[in-house]
């Protein structure tokens, strides 16, 4: 595709429950982002990848939250037992690399409201 | 903590009026420096960035100013339109770091 995508748009479960959010990146883009946007809030940084690995798991908030990206390609985002403080818009993005000046492309998000 | 925020939350303008928005960040090591605009229920997308080394960067109808000094940054938007109506981002890197710190956005509404 064009862009990058995530699916799906809208997720709505309940506390307790196990989501996995998609994301497919830019082809050839080597370097993916995982970023999570609360209500009026900024984005905050997740978790990166460069090829299929991840160097930098830091934004992490707990260890219910885990990340893989098989093939340098598509990955996934994982929440595990979700809490309604984990309700917030899930964003990805891809870059070429992952150097200063490689753009950041975003997708549109998946919401994820937890009841 | 190390961050980069906005001065104002909101910003409401007149249809052809120039537009300003201003970001203030903490760490003097950032030298990269983004703007984003994200319409509802789209990602952010990239509007124009600039490296520490600049003062000014230009582009279409858009402007970056950057003031190390006083460690501030404003994107400058000439003769806003309707379609600019957006949450407006800055965020910053730092050296080969590739990871965004984002501030907190300002609303724009252009009103007709």
């Known amino acids: 595709g064009a862009g990058v995508s995530q699916s799906p748009s809208n997720k709505v479960t309940e506390k307790g429950k196990d989501v996995e959010l998609r994301c497919d990146p830019i082809?050839?883009?080597?370097?993916l982002y995982w970023y999570r946007q609360s209500l009026g809030q900024g984005l905050e940084f997740l978790i990166y990848?460069?090829?299929?690995?991840?160097?930098?798991k830091s934004g992490l908030p707990s260890d219910r939250f885990s990340a893989e990206r098989t093939g340098g390609s598509v990955s996934t985002l994982t929440i595990q037992r979700t809490q309604q403080e984990d309700s917030a818009v899930y964003l990805c993005?891809?870059?070429?690399?992952?150097?200063?000046?490689?753009?950041?492309?975003f997708g549109p998000g998946t919401r994820l409201t937890v009841l | 903590g190390e961050s980069v925020g906005l001065h104002l939350p909101t910003l409401s303008v007149q249809e052809g009026d120039n537009s300003i928005i201003n970001c203030a960040y903490s760490?003097?090591?950032?030298?990269?420096f983004i703007w984003y605009k994200q319409e509802s229920g789209k990602g952010p997308q990239f509007i124009i960035d600039?490296?520490?080394?600049?003062d000014k960067r230009q582009g279409q109808r858009v402007t970056v100013l950057l003031n190390k000094t006083v460690k501030h940054l404003s994107l400058q938007i000439a003769a806003t339109q309707p379609g600019d109506s957006a949450v407006y981002f800055c965020?910053?890197?730092?050296?080969?770091?590739?990871?965004?710190?984002f501030g907190k956005g300002t609303l724009l509404t252009v009103n007709p």
């Open positions: 993005a891809s870059s070429l690399g992952g150097g200063l000046a490689n753009e950041q492309f």
């Open positions: 760490n003097s090591a950032s030298d990269y």
């Open positions: 082809s050839g883009h080597t370097a």
């Open positions: 965020a910053e890197r730092r050296g080969s770091n590739y990871k965004l710190t």
């Open positions: 990848f460069q090829g299929n690995s991840a160097p930098d």
């Open positions: 600039i490296r520490s080394n600049m």
